[in-house]
């Protein structure tokens, strides 16, 4: 598959946007072994579970590998004008599925991420700093309708969400993270930044099977031993198939290599409505233009993913 080429720089200096969430741990720690990334900050945001617990659980995971250079800085507590969703049957009630992780090893950053963002794009340089969003994208719409400027900012975001030919998962089409907060979505989409999103029509091909958990729990590495009981737990926590999409790492994994995925400029209409399609994406000329990963080399990024987290 062709993708853009890779980045010059071995190292890219990159913010991760996220609410853990299961899925979204098993990223951060991909994103944690992988030396491509320069991980300057993580910014949480309320989604799979309170914005309290979410960014507890950052400073838990970064924890887990000893990292207490990168900050924590918590962000949206809800969505910018509607109720939020609880999904703790999904990621248990510490959003974790219950997997033992260490305490923080360091406070959050005391004041907001937005302002945090702000300051942070601001005093680098121009396109210097990609954000790779797991959650809602409550932070990054507040970055661009707040402070423009330093969203012009950030060299590229690219986003988990949405779903645009498959079905959704909270809805009849309507994905978590978009329809967490639709109002955001259709701020970002039209913002005018390098976005991309990888929607369920990929994630939803890169599946993670007992033998897969089995092999990371056996690797002994922490970052595997625990991303193979974060998947197991999301296995417990729902029914029917052999296997479990892993939907946040695949983040990540683009950045990684996007020659392992395909994509193409779509416009996207996001459904603002409070019926059950709320976050549901619509292909239409009215919509604003956005990167969408369609393809994927299922295979090959299962590949990367496990090499990566089971590196000494």
Known sequence: ???????????????????????????????LKSAEFDVIGITTVAGNIGIATTTRNAGRILALEGRVDVPVVAGAA?????????????????????????????????????????????AAEAGAIDILALGPLTNIARLVTEHPEAARRIGRVIAMGGAVYEPGNIG?????????????????????????????????????????????????VPAA??????????????????????HDPCVMLLALDEALFGCETLKLVVDTSTTRDAGALTVSQDGAAVSVALKVESAAVLKLLYHRLKAE
């Open 225 to 246: 031993v625990a991303s193979g009981a974060l998947i197991d737990a999301y296995f417990q926590s729902t029914t029917g198939g052999e296997s479990r999409p892993l």
């Open 1 to 31: 598959m062709k993708g853009r080429a890779m980045q010059q720089n071995p190292t890219r200096k990159v913010i991760i946007d996220t609410d853990p969430g299961i899925d979204d741990a098993v990223a951060i720690l991909l994103a």
């Open 78 to 122: 809800g969505p910018l004008s509607r109720k939020g969703f609880d999904t703790a049957d999904i990621h248990g009630n510490d959003g974790l599925g219950g997997v033992a992780f260490p305490d923080p090893l360091a406070k959050p950053v005391a004041g907001d991420a937005v302002s945090w963002l702000r300051d942070t794009l601001t």
């Open 172 to 220: 009849p089409r309507a994905e978590f993270n978009i329809a967490a907060d639709p109002e955001a979505a259709e701020i970002a989409f039209a913002a005018g930044l390098d976005f991309t999103l990888i929607p369920l029509d990929v994630t939803r091909k890169v599946r993670a099977t007992r033998d897969d958990t089995a092999m990371l729990q056996n690797a002994d």
